[in-house]
T-cell receptor
């Protein structure tokens, strides 16, 4: 099955700096890569996603890049703010025996933005 | 904020007992997936339902079972609870089977003692 590795497990940055979180995946058939933000005690929220037919996608201060050849994708947050502090999860789609798709998640990165 | 809701919020059970967790999908979403999130870990896929049938299952034993109803709401049932079943259980709904985007509910925190 699909395996997703995520690093670093913790990341501390100063407010205003950039943060980068990296993930690798094993299934070359994966074609959808979402990122979720989970604040303490809350549900994971979809913040950005990318499909395999593009290499980069931006949404204001957030961007995601995908390298299909190397099977890795990254989340970039610029001009970090204290409210960006949370746990971030990457995920990759995989196809089940039934032919349907589901998601495999990374183990998460705890981002701490120091004011 | 998504329209996916889950109940109950918290639950404490004893080892060996059975539990039922509930999920109401966002309006118009007909596919629901269930995940188990252990403390400090990412969500792990349990199974997915579409049109009241199980679509696929992750690496979970048969004592984890589910249902989906005609209104697309869903249940997760766990029999013979074990201590390791303690986790946050999340459901996520999608607009249609095969749709990429999944939106999570707030989860049910299950503690097994």
């Amino acid at each position: 099955g699909e395996n997703v590795e995520q690093h670093p497990s913790t990341l501390s940055v100063q407010e205003g700096d950039s943060a980068v979180i990296k993930c690798t995946y094993s299934d070359s058939a994966s074609n959808y890569f979402p990122w979720y933000k989970q604040e303490l005690g809350k549900r994971p929220q979809l913040i950005i996603d990318i499909r395999s037919n593009v290499g980069e996608k931006k949404d204001q201060r957030i961007a995601v890049t995908l390298n299909k050849t190397a099977k890795h994708f990254s989340l970039h947050i610029t001009e970090t703010q204290p409210e960006d502090s949370a746990v971030y999860f990457c995920a990759a789609s995989f196809t089940m025996d039934t032919g349907r798709r589901a998601l495999t998640f990374g183990s998460g990165t705890r981002l701490q933005v120091q004011p | 904020e998504t329209g996916v809701t889950q109940s109950p919020t918290h639950l404490i059970k004893t080892r060996g007992q059975q539990v039922t967790l509930r999920c109401s999908s966002q309006s118009g979403h007909n596919t629901v997936s269930w995940y188990q999130q252990a403390l400090g870990q990412g969500p792990q896929f349990i199974f997915q339902y579409y049109r009241e049938e199980e679509n696929g299952r992750g690496n979970f034993p048969p004592r984890f079972s589910g249902l989906q109803f005609p209104n697309y709401s869903s249940e997760l049932n766990v029999n013979a609870l074990e201590l390791d079943d303690s986790a946050l259980y999340l459901c996520a709904s999608s607009f249609r089977q095969g749709s990429y985007e999944q939106y999570f509910g707030p989860g049910t925190r299950l503690t097994v003692t």
